[in-house]
């Protein structure tokens, strides 16, 4: 079954810290990777696309490795806002159809004062 | 405007009900697509309309119902509903399906929550 694995956490790390979420994915075809955060009993906001050379947004850098087929996000500056579950989302395009999103499971952050 | 918006937020129905859930775009978004989510869990992908063709079906139960009037809408339709679907229905849209292989960014509506009695 193709799949994308996420540490389910928590992470409960303080104000500040650094913290850093892996993701692995299986369907080596994949070309789409985004980072989505969801608040509790609210639907997913996008947080960031993340691309082959890697990309950052502020207190926020994404990372891939297609050979590893693994995607990272790192956020620095912890702050009490950045609680949440984050979302890995890869496509499985299967080459000959539409392909869809498919969600890893969310890894739940809690930044503490 | 960046905003995908469902009606109702909230809806509790009994297992004879018939009921619509409603979706709106105005971005210019070509691909619309229903997801279920239950506590705890991701979302899953239900159905996908690209061009408001019905282009992915994951399978669904009949008692769900897609349909998509314009490029700017798409309705979910229950009936004879279980109360294992009870859960939040997400609505979302992207400029396109895939172009070249690449996915475009989805983004979500509120939701909304369904209860089935």
């Known amino acids: 079954r193709k799949e994308v694995e996420q540490d389910p956490g928590p992470f409960n790390v303080p104000e500040g810290a650094t913290v850093a979420f892996n993701c692995t994915y299986s369907n080596s075809a994949s070309q789409s990777f985004f980072w989505y955060r969801q608040d509790c009993r609210k639907e997913p906001k996008l947080l960031m696309s993340?691309?082959?050379s890697g990309n950052e947004d502020g207190r926020f850098t994404a990372q891939l490795n297609r050979a590893s087929q693994y995607i990272s996000l790192l956020i620095r500056d912890s702050k009490l806002s950045d609680s949440a579950t984050y979302l890995c989302v890869v496509n499985m395009d299967d080459g000959g159809s539409q392909g869809n999103l498919i969600f890893g499971k969310g890894t739940k952050l809690s930044v503490k004062p | 405007d960046t905003e995908v918006t469902q009606t109702p937020k909230h809806l509790v129905m009994g297992m004879t009900n018939k009921k619509s859930l409603k979706c709106e775009q105005h971005?210019?978004?070509?691909?619309m697509y229903w997801y279920k989510q239950k506590a705890k869990k991701p979302p899953e992908l239900m159905f996908v309309y690209s061009y408001e063709k019905l282009s992915i079906n994951e399978s669904v139960p009949s008692r769900f119902s897609p349909e998509c009037p314009n490029s700017s809408l798409l309705n979910l339709h229950l009936h004879a509903l279980q109360p294992e679907d009870s859960a939040l229905y997400l609505c979302?849209?992207?400029?396109?399906?895939?172009?070249?292989?690449?996915?475009?960014?989805?983004?979500f509506g509120p939701g909304t929550r369904l209860t089935v009695l």
């Open positions: 979302a849209s992207s400029q396109g399906g895939a172009i070249g292989g690449v996915y475009n960014e989805q983004f």
């Open positions: 971005m210019g978004h070509r691909a």
């Open positions: 993340v691309y082959s």
